[in-house]
C-alpha cells in the first residue's frame, strides 16, 4: 500500500505520521554527513527471518549480534513507532540510535515488523510481538541468544506495544464489559514457548487513548481518521471498551516487568501526561519503575540522544544482572 493510498481521506493525520518518523528523517539528514556513524557493527547477522512463517512483510524480524565473541548474547527486541500505520519499519531502530548503542553494549539486537493497522486492527499487533518473542525463545541455540534475559523497547507506537507485551506478561485472554481480547494469539510454530519479557524500555508510547486529547497533544486523537481510532477499529471515543483493551495499563498486576519510561515534557503528538498516567499505575501495584522527564525533549528530537540511550542501557543491565 503506498502512502498516499494510506492517507486517502486522513489528510490531517499526514502531518502526524511526518511527526513520528521525524526523529528518523532526522538521523538520515544527519547521516548525510556522517556515513561512519550509520554503520551497523555487528558480528553476524541475519535479515527478514519470517517468525510466523506466512510470508507476510509484517512477519519479519531481523538478529544482529554485537562485535564481540560470546557463547550467547542476552536480547533486547526493538519495536519501530510509525503510529501503527507501517508494517515494514524493522531497520529504523538503527536510524534512530537505539541499535547500535544496544549492540556496543553487548546485546543481540531483535528488530521485529509488525502488521499495521490497515493490514489488520487490534490486537493483531501485540499478538505480532508476542509471536515474535516466541520465536526468538524457539531459536535461541541456532541464533547464540541468550533467553535468560529478553527486554523489550520501542517508541512511540512502538513504545506503547513494548509497555504493553511489559505489562501483560502471563496474560494470554482478557474479558471487560463482556468484551474478551486475545492477547497471546496462536500465530506461528513455537506457541507452547513464553511469550514473557524481562524488563521494557517505553520510550513516549501512548498508554490511555481517551484522554489523549485532553492532556496536551497538539493533533487530535478523537477524530475517527486518528492513529488511535485506525488501530481500534473507529473513532475513540465511541469505541471505549475496545480503547481500554488496547491500553497498556490495563494488564498492570504482580506479573507486569520492570520499566524505565523516558519521555520529552514538550511532546507535541503523544502527550506527556500519559507516561505519567502509566508510571503512577505501576507505582500503585508496586512495579519497580524508573521515569525519565526530558525538559523540552519532542516526540524524539532532544529525547532520543546518547544520554538517554545509556540510561536505556544503564536499566537493562540493572535488571539483568539482578534478576
Same mark, same amino acid.
Given at each position: 500500500?503506498? #502512502?498516499?493510498?494510506? =492517507?486517502? +481521506?486522513? *489528510?490531517? &493525520?499526514?502531518?502526524?505520521?511526518?511527526?513520528?518518523?521525524?526523529?528518523? %528523517?532526522?538521523?538520515?539528514?544527519?547521516?548525510?554527513?556522517?556515513?561512519?556513524?550509520?554503520?551497523?557493527?555487528?558480528?553476524?547477522?541475519?535479515?527478514?527471518?519470517?517468525?510466523?512463517?506466512?510470508?507476510?512483510?509484517?512477519?519479519?524480524?531481523?538478529?544482529?549480534?554485537?562485535?564481540?565473541?560470546?557463547?550467547?548474547?542476552?536480547?533486547?527486541?526493538?519495536?519501530?513507532?510509525?503510529?501503527?500505520?507501517?508494517?515494514n519499519?524493522?531497520?529504523?531502530?538503527?536510524?534512530?540510535?537505539?541499535?547500535?548503542?544496544?549492540?556496543?553494549?553487548?546485546?543481540?539486537?531483535?528488530?521485529?515488523n509488525?502488521?499495521?493497522?490497515?493490514?489488520?486492527?487490534?490486537?493483531?499487533?501485540?499478538?505480532?510481538?508476542?509471536a515474535?518473542?516466541?520465536?526468538v525463545?524457539?531459536?535461541?541455540?541456532?541464533?547464540? #541468544?541468550?533467553?535468560? =534475559?529478553? +527486554?523489550? *523497547?520501542? &517508541?512511540?507506537?512502538?513504545?506503547?506495544?513494548?509497555?504493553?507485551?511489559? %505489562?501483560?506478561?502471563?496474560?494470554?485472554?482478557f474479558?471487560?464489559?463482556?468484551?474478551?481480547?486475545?492477547?497471546?494469539?496462536?500465530?506461528?510454530?513455537?506457541?507452547?514457548?513464553?511469550?514473557?519479557?524481562?524488563?521494557?524500555?517505553?520510550?513516549?508510547?501512548?498508554?490511555?487513548?481517551?484522554?489523549m486529547?485532553?492532556?496536551?497533544?497538539?493533533?487530535?486523537?478523537?477524530?475517527?481518521?486518528?492513529?488511535?481510532?485506525?488501530?481500534?477499529?473507529?473513532?475513540?471515543?465511541?469505541?471505549?471498551?475496545?480503547?481500554?483493551?488496547?491500553?497498556?495499563?490495563?494488564?498492570?498486576?504482580?506479573?507486569?516487568?520492570?520499566?524505565?519510561?523516558?519521555?520529552?515534557?514538550?511532546?507535541?503528538?503523544?502527550?506527556?501526561c500519559?507516561?505519567?498516567?502509566?508510571?503512577?499505575?505501576?507505582?500503585?501495584?508496586?512495579?519497580?519503575?524508573? =521515569?525519565?522527564?526530558?525538559?523540552?525533549?519532542?516526540?524524539?528530537?532532544g529525547?532520543?540522544?546518547?544520554?538517554?540511550?545509556?540510561?536505556?542501557?544503564s536499566?537493562?543491565?540493572?535488571?539483568?544482572?539482578?534478576?
Amino acid at each position: 500500500m503506498t #502512502l498516499t493510498n494510506l =492517507f486517502k +481521506g486522513k *489528510t490531517s &493525520w499526514i502531518i502526524t505520521f511526518v511527526g513520528l518518523i521525524l526523529p528518523i %528523517t532526522l538521523s538520515a539528514q544527519h547521516l548525510q554527513n556522517d556515513y561512519k556513524s550509520s554503520e551497523i557493527i555487528s558480528l553476524k547477522h541475519w535479515l527478514d527471518l519470517d517468525y510466523v512463517g506466512d510470508r507476510h512483510i509484517g512477519h519479519r524480524l531481523d538478529i544482529h549480534l554485537p562485535d564481540k565473541e560470546s557463547d550467547k548474547y542476552p536480547v533486547v527486541i526493538s519495536i519501530y513507532g510509525s503510529a501503527w500505520f507501517s508494517n515494514n519499519s524493522k531497520g529504523a531502530t538503527f536510524a534512530v540510535g537505539i541499535g547500535q548503542a544496544l549492540l556496543k553494549a553487548g546485546y543481540a539486537v531483535v528488530t521485529i515488523n509488525h502488521r499495521a493497522s490497515s493490514d489488520a486492527k487490534f490486537p493483531a499487533q501485540i499478538q505480532d510481538v508476542k509471536a515474535a518473542v516466541r520465536f526468538v525463545r524457539a531459536n535461541a541455540l541456532a541464533f547464540s #541468544l541468550d533467553t535468560s =534475559f529478553i +527486554g523489550i *523497547t520501542g &517508541w512511540s507506537s512502538g513504545g506503547h506495544l513494548s509497555a504493553f507485551a511489559g %505489562t501483560s506478561n502471563n496474560i494470554t485472554t482478557f474479558e471487560f464489559n463482556g468484551n474478551t481480547i486475545d492477547i497471546e494469539g496462536s500465530l506461528g510454530n513455537h506457541t507452547s514457548f513464553s511469550s514473557q519479557v524481562d524488563a521494557v524500555v517505553d520510550w513516549f508510547g501512548p498508554t490511555n487513548f481517551l484522554v489523549m486529547d485532553n492532556c496536551g497533544s497538539t493533533m487530535k486523537h478523537d477524530n475517527d481518521t486518528s492513529p488511535e481510532s485506525s488501530l481500534v477499529g473507529g473513532a475513540i471515543q465511541s469505541n471505549k471498551n475496545k480503547c481500554h483493551l488496547a491500553d497498556p495499563v490495563t494488564y498492570i498486576s504482580k506479573n507486569a516487568t520492570p520499566f524505565l519510561i523516558i519521555h520529552g515534557d514538550k511532546d507535541p503528538l503523544v502527550p506527556f501526561c500519559q507516561s505519567e498516567y502509566l508510571y503512577e499505575k505501576l507505582n500503585e501495584s508496586d512495579i519497580y519503575c524508573e =521515569f525519565i522527564t526530558v525538559e523540552g525533549g519532542k516526540h524524539g528530537p532532544g529525547v532520543l540522544i546518547p544520554e538517554y540511550l545509556q540510561q536505556m542501557i544503564s536499566f537493562f543491565d540493572k535488571i539483568r544482572i539482578d534478576k
